[in-house]
């Protein structure tokens, strides 16, 4: 059973609007929480994180909400830009690094 | 180096044959991790080396994987008798201490592997 969920496997935004990524998961021991994105042909860059103490992390662009009651984080991007299409992946942690099977976003000109 | 290095980049190979996957982290960094994504899939922890600890091989799917990391730094991923359920990339990553501290991970660009 999947302990980290993204439940959208796609999403397309327009640039200049907002884009909302969203996680489910279901082990309350998980304490940490990363976002990485992947373009075709690379690996996985780190992009977010935020730690379960915490409810909100911002980045310049980016921004990361957990809600821990929910089980539940979301990545927003805004604005969106073309160079921000790629494949998000979330991940936990709470021993080994778990990923969901990640959403794959285009932002449209 | 700079980044994490992985070689080779695309492998293809026969049903039952032997391959050898190799991963050259950044220098300095004590962990090293092996992924896997399947078509479709996300990224499927395999195995993760800490320091001089006993590696953590739970997420191996079978013993026809294995995996050793020499000095403490570059590692070799076997797949032997590979499946065309094997093919997948192979991405390795490392990070400063490792997963008790939280930090983030480092890939590299991955082996996609094809097993015909």
């Known amino acids: 059973d999947q302990q980290v969920k993204q439940n959208s496997p796609s999403l397309s935004v327009q640039e200049g609007r907002i884009s909302i990524l969203n996680c489910d998961y279901t082990n309350s021991m998980f304490d940490y929480f990363l976002w990485y994105k992947k373009y075709p042909a690379e690996g996985p860059t780190f992009l977010i994180s935020?730690?379960?103490?915490?409810d909100k992390n911002e980045d310049g662009r980016f921004t990361v909400f957990l809600n821990k009651s929910a089980k539940h984080l979301s990545l927003h991007i805004v604005p969106s830009q073309p160079g921000d299409s790629a494949v998000y992946f979330c991940?936990?942690?709470?021993?080994?690094?778990?990923f969901g099977k990640g959403t794959k976003l285009s932002v449209k000109p | 180096g700079a980044g994490v290095s992985q070689s080779p980049s695309n492998k293809v190979t026969e049903k039952g044959k032997d391959v050898e996957l190799r991963c050259d982290p950044i220098s300095g960094h004590t962990a090293l991790y092996w992924y896997r994504q399947s078509l479709g899939q996300g990224l499927e922890f395999l195995i993760y080396?800490?320091?001089?600890?006993?590696?953590?091989k739970s997420g191996l799917p079978s013993d026809r994987f294995s995996a050793e990391r020499t000095g403490g730094s570059v590692s070799t991923l076997t797949i032997q008798r590979t499946q065309q359920e094997d093919s997948a990339v192979y991405l390795c990553a490392s990070s400063l201490f490792g997963l008790a501290t939280n930090e983030k991970l480092f890939f590299g660009s991955g082996t996609q592997l094809s097993v015909l």
């Open positions: 080396f800490q320091g001089n600890s006993a590696p953590d």
């Open positions: 991940a936990a942690s709470g021993g080994n690094l778990i």
């Open positions: 935020i730690s379960s103490i915490k």
